[in-house]
């Protein structure tokens, strides 16, 4: 049995304790006890190691998909802390303390596709247990206690696997060995410790992208780590090289690249080297399979001396560097940024390297495209320079850039510039000099850079894009319009109070960005004149919602794709009852923004309502109740002026009768015989009797009413077809009579349905509702009873002068 702690890697034939059988395994057992014991005293979550979560309980099975134990001082794993987690993708359970690696423990988490054990304390790998993970596509295994790397070939069993994370000391050549079939997405190699490499032992690894952390004391076997890394993937990130003064043994690894060597792109990052040993790979690598060289988050220390580099071939195509420091402190003779400017490179990128110039080269170069965003340059830059044929894009973003006319000017010696990118720079335009540009111009950035409504003054005639967002500009003077070739106009976030009118702009323009602006009321000229625009981008101003708005909104509901960032973007700023409502919810109904129209709701309305009450009034007869209640009022006004007594003895009639005529038989033969009897002691006001010739019938109504104690009426069907009737009855029971309400009398000669009432009788609908009536019996058994009751109902002692009274043989 061995002793050494993981001599052999992932050694799977035999699974090989590391702990001795004896006194050691006793401290181990205790330690392991003392760690059950404090977790188990600890919160929840901590006594997750041991915690024994059964299967079947009823919290459980849990539907959570990752599982993040990072950092819990985990010492051991055991089956029942995953068995919960049957959807299990995801679980990190690095910087803990575990030991071994049993993926038994997995066997309830067949879904497990991610599982990071970086920095732990493996030393062991159980391969039989592989096979539980057999869906894992990210696997970690590096920064553990791994001194060799080994794989035993159950590895192949992980057919999904793409990324793969190792660290060990040492490297074999058999170390890959067994997992030479597998293709892998992407390996990380934390070679921070490496001592002992063995030639060749990368040629069984396949992966696209390698990433080596290097040792962070440069030696031997890191640089024949690094060499074998050119030929093993087509992406090699090489992190973490760092040397003071001499570099050899990163810069010889270099010496052994080809044209035929694997690699394509080199990214070298978290550097730091003496500018010339940097630079010392340059020549090497423009001469090799490399076509990709980035360079990011590197320091220059010490010395930078200009070397003139042979670039005699050029198989590379970009350079990019990103996030330079530069902390050269002397250079001698020729400026040694000028080794930048001879690199022989179609795409070049210095992007935040701290570069206050570039120089011009001193022969023409093949420079296509130039990024130099977010360093120090000056308007010195390029003035003049005429080996810049071949440029087509230059991008100055986040310099110091200040004059326009001077950098116009540098765009003269560049005949194939169409892309420049001046944004973020603190420029303004110099009214005396004019701007010149090179006419291929076709895309300028100008955005961020504190420009007026001038910069019209200065632009170049071809554009098709031009970027002047963020900067202080008012309003589009009419000079935009000779920019015929204007396809993309971006102005957010300035200071326009309305959306350009498209027709002082050229009829090709496509999109149109006036964002963030202080537009309120888009005016009626842009929705006539822009009907070309394709894109229009004018969220977040401060929308007034009133009527005048409403054209623009429609354009929003019915054109959403037309409008960028509708209905989102678009909101009421005013007025303050609306204030952050959508404009897409903002509604204004036709009629209250247009004048003639509310009018003439208005109007017509009055129109069809005093119609209406009109012709109320008529299919009521209200005229003439008002007549006769005029005609009341007076009555009552005279009345009053006579005393209670009085109107008692004006009393002449036990009772009015008032009856259809179609009842007149009736009335007189039965009615008029049975009450008043021969005795005299029933008085009723015949209208054929008393009625007084020559005085208004209704005159002669309301008299009778008057001097009789009881009105009585004689209802019928026919009753109600009488509007005479109706009026009699009216004033019988209006207040002025009927101060007593007992002085009604209804008599119900033959039964009158509801539905056979008209509605201008309601009156009479609800006196017959509200008060009882007499009904007339068809048998004539009981007619006795009916005329006794009756004359009960009307039997008044009455104090009749008889001279009052009118002689009924007279009246008839
Ligand atoms: C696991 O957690 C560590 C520490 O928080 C983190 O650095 C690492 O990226 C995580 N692993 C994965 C695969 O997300
Ligand atoms: C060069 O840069 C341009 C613009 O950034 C890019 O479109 C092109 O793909 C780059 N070419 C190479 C070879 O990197
Ligand atoms: C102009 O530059 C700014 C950054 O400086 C960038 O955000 C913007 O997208 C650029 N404009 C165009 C049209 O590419």
């Known amino acids: 049995?061995?002793?050494?702690?993981?001599?052999?890697?992932?050694?799977?034939?035999?699974?090989?304790?590391?702990?001795?059988?004896?006194?050691?395994?006793?401290?181990?057992?205790?330690?392991?006890?003392?760690?059950?014991?404090?977790?188990?005293?600890?919160?929840?979550?901590?006594?997750?190691?041991?915690?024994?979560?059964?299967?079947?309980?009823?919290?459980?099975?849990?539907?959570?998909t990752q599982l993040d134990l990072t950092k819990r001082n985990i010492t051991q794993l055991q089956t029942s802390d995953f068995s919960c987690f049957l959807d299990l993708k995801f679980l990190n359970l690095s910087y803990n303390s575990i030991e071994e690696l049993d993926c038994s423990v997995f066997q309830f988490n067949p879904s497990l596709e991610y599982l990071d054990i970086s920095n732990n304390r493996l030393h062991t790998i159980q391969c039989q247990s592989l096979q539980y993970i057999k869906n894992i596509k990210h696997l970690d295994l590096s920064y553990n206690n791994f001194k060799q790397m080994h794989f035993c070939k159950e590895f192949t069993a992980l057919s999904q696997l793409k990324h793969l994370g190792l660290s060990a000391e040492q490297i074999q050549t058999n170390s890959f060995l067994n997992i030479a079939p597998m293709q892998l997405e992407y390996v990380f190699l934390g070679m921070e410790d490496l001592t002992e490499y063995e030639n060749g032992s990368l040629q069984f690894l396949n992966t696209n992208k390698l990433l080596i952390n290097l040792p962070t004391n440069l030696n031997l076997a890191s640089s024949y780590l690094l060499s074998d890394a050119l030929n093993t993937s087509t992406t090699l990130e090489v992190s973490g090289a760092q040397c003071d003064v001499h570099c050899d043994y990163f810069t010889k690894s270099f010496s052994t690249i080809t044209k035929n060597s694997k690699v394509v792109n080199l990214i070298i990052s978290n550097g730091a080297m003496p500018g010339n040993e940097i630079f010392k790979i340059m020549p090497p690598i423009w001469d090799s399979s490399i076509e990709h060289l980035y360079i990011k988050i590197f320091r220059l220390q010490n010395e930078l001396k200009y070397v003139k580099m042979d670039f005699l071939h050029h198989s590379i195509k970009s350079l990019t560097v990103e996030d330079l420091t530069n902390e050269v402190v002397s250079f001698r003779d020729t400026h040694p940024l000028q080794m930048f400017a001879e690199m022989l490179v179609e795409n070049i990128t210095f992007s935040r390297a701290e570069l206050y110039f570039f120089f011009c080269p001193p022969a023409p170069s093949i420079f296509r495209v130039i990024n130099l965003p977010s360093n120090r340059l000056t308007d010195d830059i390029f003035q003049n320079c005429a080996n810049l044929k071949e440029l087509e894009l230059l991008n100055l973003q986040n310099n110091k850039?200040?004059?326009?006319?001077?950098?116009?000017?540098?765009?003269?010696?560049?005949?194939?510039?169409?892309?420049?990118?001046?944004?973020?720079?603190?420029?303004?335009?110099?009214?005396?000099k004019q701007c010149k540009w090179m006419d291929s111009l076709v895309f300028l950035n100008l955005s961020e850079s504190g420009l007026t409504n001038s910069v019209f003054g200065c632009l170049p005639i071809n554009l098709q894009i031009l970027d002047l967002s963020k900067n202080q500009i008012s309003s589009i003077p009419i000079e935009v319009k000779n920019f015929v070739s204007l396809k993309e106009l971006h102005l957010a976030s300035n200071r326009l109070t309305d959306i350009p009118d498209c027709h002082n702009i050229g009829n090709n323009l496509g999109v149109l960005k006036v964002d963030e602006n202080l537009i309120n009321l888009p005016s009626k000229e842009f929705l006539q004149n822009c009907e070309y625009v394709k894109y229009l981008s004018a969220g977040k101003n401060p929308f007034q919602c009133n009527c005048d708005l409403r054209e623009f909104v429609k354009m929003g509901v019915m054109f959403p794709k037309r409008l960028i960032g509708w209905p989102e973007s678009y909101k009421c700023a005013d007025p303050e009852n609306l204030r952050g409502i959508f404009l897409q919810d903002f509604y204004l109904p036709e009629i209250s923004c247009n004048i003639s129209m509310l009018l003439g709701v208005v109007l017509g309305t009055i129109f069809i309502l005093s119609i209406i009450v009109v012709s109320a009034c008529f299919y009521f007869d209200v005229p003439w109740y008002i007549r006769m209640l005029f005609r009341w009022f007076r009555t009552k006004h005279r009345l009053r002026n006579v005393n209670q007594q009085d109107i008692q003895n004006d009393k002449l009639f036990h009772a009015f009768i008032s009856y259809s005529q179609e009842d007149s038989d009736w009335v007189k033969n039965m009615l008029l015989p049975n009450l008043e009897r021969k005795d005299g002691s029933i008085k009723i006001c015949h209208h054929e009797r008393h009625f007084i010739p020559g005085k208004a019938i209704i005159e002669n109504i309301i008299d009778c009413i008057e001097?009789?104690?009881?009105?009585?009426?004689?209802?019928?069907?026919?009753?109600?077809?009488?509007d005479w009737c109706h009026y009699e009855l009216y004033f019988a029971q209006h207040t002025l009579f009927g101060k007593n309400s007992n002085n009604l009398i209804l008599i119900l000669l033959d039964p009158i349905p509801q539905y056979l009432i008209p509605n201008k009788y309601n009156k009479l609908r609800s006196i017959m509702k509200h008060r009882t009536y007499l009904e007339w019996p068809k048998e004539k058994g009981k007619h006795a009873l009916f005329w006794a009751n009756l004359r009960e109902a009307i039997h008044v002692?009455?104090?009749?002068?008889?001279e009052d009274m009118a002689d009924p043989e007279v009246r008839t």
């Open 707 to 722: 001097k009789s104690f009881k009105s009585i009426f004689v209802l019928s069907p026919n009753f109600i077809q009488s």
């Open 797 to 802: 002692n009455l104090s009749i002068k008889e």
């Open 401 to 432: 850039l200040e004059q326009m006319s001077k950098i116009s000017s540098m765009t003269l010696t560049m005949p194939n510039l169409k892309h420049l990118d001046l944004s973020r720079n603190g420029l303004h335009i110099d009214n005396e």
């Open 1 to 64: 049995m061995k002793t050494s702690k993981s001599s052999f890697w992932f050694q799977c034939e035999r699974f090989i304790t590391i702990t001795k059988v004896t006194a050691d395994g006793y401290l181990y057992f205790l330690f392991m006890l003392s760690i059950y014991i404090l977790v188990q005293s600890e919160s929840s979550k901590a006594s997750f190691i041991h915690r024994r979560l059964p299967r079947g309980l009823s919290n459980c099975p849990s539907a959570d």
